[in-house]
């Protein structure tokens, strides 16, 4: 089946991201910031990633953001693609690409740098492309421009920031890649053995790892913050029902979601999606 194509598959704005603040979004295809003044920060789930002039940050298909922090010149410049469009571009994304941006979500250009001025230039380029979106070229032109700018950061950006067991201690390369597997799999994996045996290492021993490097919180305890995020997000950008959400995230059943997130945030998903309302 031929997909067709609509404006609102590529957006561009600039933007204070204040609709950010309330509650968690989830990114349904791709996006793409540029912080050109001020300073914010961006909640991710686990972590947070602060934003001030020059920083580019990329958010993949089923992120959730919110907004913890920021000045009152906070702005951004972004472009986004929908996940119908997302879908035809993904299989140009290499792994070792979508791995790399977990370990390191923002990326600081230096002011007189040639990363920066691309960044900046494909922003332009969006904008331009945005207000073109009628066209009857512009489905292609636009899946070629979110492509490149893809293949340019693992060009670029990439061999600066690679991140390898020899560049890094063995224990935080172990806790960047837990953290990296929580965000790529934690929609349908909840067991703690899963992540232990991706990274080749007992549960004792990860325990320790993520003891160390978060402060004092436990595997299970990131997991499940990462869980409430996202379900937070589902309930606040989607219609979705709970049944639909434990189904999504693989809970047993809605009553379990529920009893989770209760757990968690002392009230009900019911009641949380209300107070949005």
Known sequence: ?????????????????????QTPVRVEGCTVMLCTQGYGKIITGIEAIELVP??????FCGSSLSLADASDDFKVKQWCVSQALYNEIVPTIPPSLIDYLMHIPAYLHASEAVSL???????????????ESSLPSAHVRIR????????????YIGPYLNIS????????YLYRRFVADIYNFCEREHD?????????ISKRYLSQIVREASGGHTPKQLIDKQLVFKIKSLLASTDLTLSQIACMLHFPDQSYLSRFFKRHTSVYPSEYRKILY
């Open 165 to 172: 067991k020899e560049g890094n201690s063995s224990r935080e």
């Open 117 to 131: 001025r691309f960044v900046q230039v494909s922003m332009d380029m969006a904008q331009l492309l945005c207000e």
């Open 144 to 155: 070629n421009f979110a492509t490149n700018y893809i293949l340019y950061l693992l060009d």
């Open 1 to 21: 089946m031929k997909y067709t194509y609509s404006a609102s598959d590529f957006v561009y704005a600039e933007s204070n991201l204040r609709h950010l603040r």
């Open 54 to 59: 020059n920083t580019t940050t990329m958010f």
């Open 192 to 200: 703690l053995q899963f992540y232990a045996s991706r990274l080749c």
